[in-house]
């Protein structure tokens, strides 16, 4: 899509530039009478004002006409609702409700107006579109924006099912305009090419939005959807946000900040994290052209060079960001969001408290949430004062006293906020691992393995801290608790440095011991995942299959959404790559163990591309690939109480990883002995990392 940009950098721009640029956008005298073509400049001057910062200059520009011209209106209550969704402030989303209705009645007015034979008529034809004026198409296309913005502001305004039932209908209405338009674009004849192209690009930008946004959706509230009409097609929706901003129109801006937060934002925080970062770069680079001091593209800057690694250049973007306009504090809560997970994913436990305080002190998101983080983030700071653990114990007390309810409903990280912090208060905060179990939990793992110098340090500190709750196990009343959540994430870090077959022993060690885990119910079925995606990655994709559809059949456990949301997008990926997928159910309701029978070939592909290290350095019978020697795959089993399990590559005295011995004491039943009977203490390679470090 680069190609069809063209753009400078914006080093390239001086400030007399920058000035003059932004002039050309925006000085457009304001009109005493306002037709179709003079709403539409008049809203992609005031667009353009919003984009380069001058919020309030956009809303005084749109409002002298909101009662009067459609476009006016739309745009005048969309900054109203984009407000309104950045804060949850009650006073905002009313006054966003309030705009959003007059922007309905001012389309409504402007829409083809028929009677019962003409609305009867619609049920077995299209209607003759040429008989409409433009002024009517376009209000037709300014209704379905509006009613979907409608919908979002009763969902976040209470959680009562008519309120439910109120929203889903004004979704269905504000689809079906678009189905509408869709027809006018395809059947109508145009005799205005501009008038087009703003229609056009409009109904790009919704139909691409609705099909990236319901395709994302876990399968439950999928087929809800599609049996009430809706349905989604995730390359269908990019490929038409793609085409709406490369046409030179009003929303192709829009367009253009969907495609880049999809890209850079929604997969990593709901998906693979398998986003086209190169992509990104090459929408967002005229966007920084046309809106040099554009906040929501600055942003975004900083979030491109975040989830490729480089978190100082990442930290510098937000900065920059963040001192680009000061109207707007919500910009600014977005930035500390990044910047305190930049400085998590480097282990400045420190900064990274600071911006959760700030968030704290100034964001009326989550409280809650925030003050759990910033004292996660200070619990893993290492020769702690008195001081400084008072204040850790006193800030997971109050973490429960701020719990809140956002759009009628407890947040699920409140929850998780809430349940870990009594457990901190009952157990003690040593030997946690607070902060990283965050930095999890929010799927940053995904960004720290772009850069091998942010993993090892963690890997470092985990196994630290897996040896110190060896010595204090009889002392530690949530000592499984804390084993399974560290060999959870030894196995992120061992996936991260390309050590696949010890990643795939630490998920199964939790997977093992799930019965014995008492508060942090989430492990297991985490894990579970966690190895279905490990055989994903290396194309074992019946045990992927298997270990994804198990993940499924967990119920009631703390970030359950969360991790249903990842597996839609996980099984949406295995069935692009497996052979045949169309003919192959991904969403078995109860995985078959026979289901996950390896290939007894060296040669069919499966865990045999695996890399595998073994600790003496022999590599007899075993096929030597790129990455290193590998071994055949594995059988599946079951374990005597009907668990599946995919015995390890490389299990045997050659596999350093380290487990702890049975927890129960019983060390003839557990599996946990097991291993520690068969694998060495430490790992020779994990040895080499902390010389390294």
Not at 95 to 106: E, G, H, L, M, R
Not at 163 to 179: D, E, P
Not at 299 to 325: H, L, P, W
């Amino acid at each position: 899509m680069a190609s069809k940009h063209s753009a400078r950098s914006k080093a390239d721009l001086s400030d007399n530039d920058e000035e003059n640029f932004e002039d050309a956008f925006e000085n457009i005298p304001v009109r005493d009478k306002m037709d179709l073509q003079s709403a539409i400049e008049e809203t992609t001057c005031a667009l353009n004002l919003f984009l380069n910062n001058h919020f309030s200059e956009a809303k005084a520009r749109m409002e002298p006409w909101a009662h009067a011209s459609m476009y006016h209106a739309l745009g005048f209550s969309t900054v109203c609702y984009l407000q309104a969704v950045m804060t949850f402030d009650p006073q905002d989303i009313q006054t966003a409700i309030q705009w959003v209705k007059n922007s309905i009645d001012v389309a409504n007015k402007f829409r083809k107006r028929g009677g019962m034979v003409d609305s009867m008529s619609k049920m077995v034809r299209r209607p003759n579109y040429d008989n409409y004026t433009d002024d009517e198409v376009h209000s037709e296309l300014c209704y379905a924006e509006s009613l979907l913005e409608r919908a979002i502001l009763t969902f976040i305004q209470d959680d009562n099912l008519i309120s439910f039932l109120k929203g889903g209908m004004k979704i269905r209405s504000g689809y079906q305009s678009y189905k509408s338009c869709v027809h006018m674009l395809e059947d109508r004849k145009w005799k205005d090419k501009t008038s087009k192209m703003h229609f056009e690009s409009g109904v790009r930008f919704g139909i691409g939005c609705f099909n990236l946004m319901i395709s994302m959706l876990p399968r439950k509230v999928l087929k809800l959807l599609e049996f009430v009409g809706f349905s989604g097609n995730r390359q269908f929706g990019l490929a038409e946000l793609e085409t709406g901003s490369q046409l030179p129109s009003l929303r192709s801006p829009l367009c253009s900040s969907v495609l880049i937060g999809y890209h850079s934002v929604a997969t990593y925080v709901l998906g693979m994290a398998d986003g086209d970062i190169q992509y990104a770069k090459d929408v967002l680079q005229p966007c920084l052209y046309n809106y040099p001091k554009g906040v929501i593209f600055l942003f975004y800057a900083g979030r491109i060079e975040e989830i490729t690694g480089n978190m100082d250049e990442a930290i510098v973007k937000f900065e920059e960001c963040i001192a680009s306009q000061h109207e707007w504090k919500q910009f600014h809560h977005l930035c500390y969001w990044e910047l305190m997970w930049c400085h998590a994913f480097k282990m400045e436990w420190a900064k990274a408290s600071n911006y959760a305080d700030k968030l704290c002190q100034e964001s009326k998101w989550s409280k809650a949430t925030y003050y759990y983080q910033q004292a996660s983030f200070l619990a893993m700071q290492q020769n702690q004062s008195q001081q400084l653990r008072d204040k850790i114990v006193l800030m997971f007390h109050q973490v429960p006293e701020l719990k809140q309810r956002i759009a009628g409903k407890s947040i699920p990280v409140e929850k998780f906020a809430v349940a870990k912090s009594k457990k901190h208060l009952l157990n003690g905060i040593d030997e946690t691992l607070a902060g990283l179990e965050l930095v999890y939990v929010w799927n940053g793992f995904s960004i720290l393995g772009k850069k091998k110098e942010l993993v090892e340090p963690v890997l470092l500190r985990v196994e630290n801290t897996l040896r110190e709750l060896k010595k204090k196990k009889e002392a530690n009343p949530s000592y499984v608790d804390d084993y399974c959540l560290a060999m959870l994430l030894k196995g992120m870090c061992l996936k991260s440095l390309n050590r696949p077959s010890q990643a795939e022993l630490c998920f199964q060690d939790v997977i093992d011991n799930e019965t014995k885990i008492d508060c942090d119910n989430y492990l297991a079925p985490y894990a579970t995942m966690e190895l279905g995606l490990l055989y994903l990655k290396y194309k074992r994709y019946q045990e992927a299959k298997l270990f994804l559809n198990q993940a499924k059949t967990h119920k009631k456990y703390m970030l359950e959404n969360r991790l249903h949301f990842r597996l839609h997008a996980a099984i949406q990926t295995l069935k692009s790559k497996m052979t045949g997928a169309e003919d192959v159910d991904l969403y078995d309701d109860e995985p078959d163990a026979a289901a996950a029978q390896a290939p007894s070939s060296p040669d069919d592909e499966g865990f045999s591309s695996l890399p595998v290290t073994h600790g003496n350095g022999n590599h007899s019978n075993v096929e030597t690939k790129e990455n290193g020697p590998v071994e055949p795959a594995p059988k599946a089993s079951q374990d005597p109480d009907g668990n599946n399990k995919v015995p390890s590559i490389g299990s045997n005295q050659d596999e350093h990883v380290e487990t702890e011995e049975a927890i129960n004491g019983d060390k003839s039943n557990t599996s946990m002995d097991a291993k520690e009977k068969d694998l060495a203490e430490d790992n020779t390679e994990n040895n080499n990392v902390q010389t390294a470090t």
